[in-house]
């Protein structure tokens, strides 16, 4: 069981940036692959090792994933009002985009861009 934790959500102004966190927490889930959702729809995965990650084209080049050892971050920069969800951490013991292979999820934390 892997219990997983969101927290640095908040309401930001277009252009602006914000850092969430993740917190993973429970037998071997340094083993695990962590992504970040909006909603259900991916947005970023890194591996267990924290060398690899891949990102949805909406998150390519404002986003950056990473992680040390069981917290994993999200820095978002240059937010738009279309960012505007509740974003989510999941935990894959595979490397997937989709949010069904994902075993384990937070309760989510909400962003909200205003423009």
């Known amino acids: 069981q892997v219990q997983l934790v969101e927290s640095g959500g908040g309401l930001v102004q277009a252009g602006g940036s914000l850092r969430l966190s993740c917190a993973a927490s429970?037998?071997?889930?340094?083993?695990?692959?962590l992504g970040w959702f909006k909603e259900r729809e991916f947005v970023a995965v890194i591996n267990w090792k924290g060398d690899d990650t891949y990102y949805s084209a909406s998150a390519e080049g404002r986003f950056t994933i990473s992680r040390d050892k069981n917290t994993m971050y999200l820095q978002m920069t240059n937010l738009k009002p279309e960012d505007t969800a509740k974003y989510y951490c999941?935990?894959?013991?595979?490397?997937?985009?989709?949010?069904?292979?994902?075993?384990?999820w937070g309760q989510g934390t909400q962003v909200t861009v205003s423009s």
């Open positions: 429970g037998r071997a889930a340094g083993d695990y692959a």
């Open positions: 999941a935990a894959s013991s595979r490397w997937y985009t989709s949010p069904a292979q994902y075993e384990y």
